[in-house]
């Protein structure tokens, strides 16, 4: 490796950061027994597999392209070929995966010959641009931007809720598709209602999220860490990322505000859900509000029935639950934590609790915890991946 090359991982998490995120629940069970907040999960195996897949990461530089990797890894995703790519600006970047050493080549119109499989996550002009290229060359992309996530045609999926909107998408039949993954907080959301939801059928949802640095990439996350820094030594913060000070504040959320008062953040839950659930009836708000935590997103989550559901009902259906754990102990106050899921697979709900607004047992609130990186984007995206072959 050249001296001056700098591994693009080491850029991106230092030890520094890595102290910041990591948290746990002992996830094999109901909830709170905490394990060390230095434990991780991070396995390094070998998947290379003449008759797996070729596979591209394209924006691998990034908070996603990172957790694409890691994800991979730990999961034991085979591939015949690793291809990453990123801006012209990383070509030439070494980065290790599965223990090899491999060089971060720039995305062109040419990369995608031969490639089976592209996880994209270089933002949506990127995938409007490259992603129907890619496409015509026979490669199936799953594309974690928002460019056509509501497009007819295009499959928009979290496998655990709606897997079969992709059955006729698969590596063997050779030719190329495009699959979307939904938004951060609709897929941290989908992941605890759906299994409610399919019980006593969900009328409205009231959503307000507190969400975090990492939501927006790994700059955001620096400058989160460097803002701290420069307040705690009363410097005036650095505003490059959000133009305000973001340490020890919050805000609306920065994506942009549309004509009807809402962002687009907010719009995204309302028409993301609809067409997951394919139940245009179902009414959705929300408040989207992005918080000074470093990794993982929260949801304050309020639902209304047509049919009653209990709380022990609802806590032993979200036990039930692929990918949901339960964390809800109330005589210990003890309850979902951002840094508790961080680079954690499943989502953790608690605070599961009848709405005294409402009649009978038609309402409940709960509260939701989610890595956006990885269940939000990374993991789901290769679980997607994971059923095309
Ligand atoms: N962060 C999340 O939690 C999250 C969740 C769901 C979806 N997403 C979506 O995933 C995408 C990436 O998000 P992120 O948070 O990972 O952002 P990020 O940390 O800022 O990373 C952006 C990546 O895109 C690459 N890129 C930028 N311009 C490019 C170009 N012209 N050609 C090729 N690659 C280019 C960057 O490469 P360089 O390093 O070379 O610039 C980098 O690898 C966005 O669409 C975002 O909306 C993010």
Redesign the pocket.
Known sequence: MASHVRPVSTQLYSANHSRLLRGGYDFSGTASVKCSPHQKRRVISMSHNEHGPSVAV????????QEFLSVLSERNFPYRSMKL???K??AGKHITFEGEEMVVEE?TENSFHGIDIALF????S?SKKFGPLAVDQGTIVVD??SAFRMDEGIPLVIPEVNLNAMDHIKVNNKKGGLIANPN?STIICLMAVTPLHRHSRVKRMVVSTYQAA??A???AMAELEQQTREVLDGKPPTCNIFKRQYAFNLFSHNSSLMENGYNEEEMKLVKETRKIWNDPAVKVTATCIRVPVMRAHAESINLEFEEPLDEDSARELLRKAAGVVVVDDRQANNFPTPLEVSNRDDVAVGRVRRDISQEGNKGLDIFVCGD??RK??ALNAVQIAEKLL
């Open positions: 394209v924006g691998v530089t990034g908070a996603v392209g790519l990123a801006s600006r990383s995305l996550s270089a933002g949506g990127i974690n931007s951060c990492s939501g990439g790994a700059a956006q990186i939000g984007a």
